[in-house]
């Protein structure tokens, strides 16, 4: 997880708690952009904390997610499809449309790198990846 998304530990029973460890700028060894401006006080590496709500293996894990005072829940649900997997991803009760427009682009190019890993390619770089990204969901979304 932590080659795509996050490093981190999870206590993998309903109610355990989860640790996200992200440090997307380490994930391609690509040159990559500087973060947004609206990005720029994160600090480079950011953790986030939560519980297990809903663990049912192998095709469904849910948990929280702790930003601060805002709490969010993110589901990840698995399926096979032929010879692979469909992975559906609900992040669910973000606080307001900028969230939830950072957490769209932010998904996608961290499945891009995802993809990219999988494929046996050099992973895109998350910054560049997610600013062009971002951009095209929120012209989507006007």
């Given at each position: 997880?932590a ?20 440090h ?6 690509l040159p ?29 894990l849910?948990h ?20 692979k ?7 669910r ?5 900028e969230a939830?427009?950072?957490v769209m682009g ?12 999988l494929?046996?390619?050099t ?6 990846t ?8 929120e012209?989507r979304?006007?």
């Amino acid at each position: 997880r932590a080659k795509w998304l996050a490093g981190g530990e999870f206590e993998l029973t309903v109610g355990g708690p989860i640790h996200l460890e992200f440090h997307n700028t380490s994930l391609s060894p690509l040159p990559d952009d500087p973060p947004p401006q609206k990005y720029c006080g994160l600090p480079e590496k950011m953790s986030f904390d939560g519980k297990i709500t809903q663990f049912k293996p192998p095709t469904l894990l849910a948990h929280t997610w702790r930003d601060g005072d805002e709490e969010s829940e993110v589901e990840y649900q698995l399926s096979d499809e032929g010879d692979k997997v469909r992975i559906v991803i609900v992040h669910r009760r973000l606080k307001d449309d900028e969230a939830v427009l950072g957490v769209m682009g932010g998904w996608h190019a961290h499945f891009d790198i995802l993809e990219d890993v999988l494929e046996g390619r050099t992973p895109r770089p998350f910054w560049k990846t997610h600013t062009a990204l971002e951009t095209e969901y929120e012209k989507r979304l006007q």
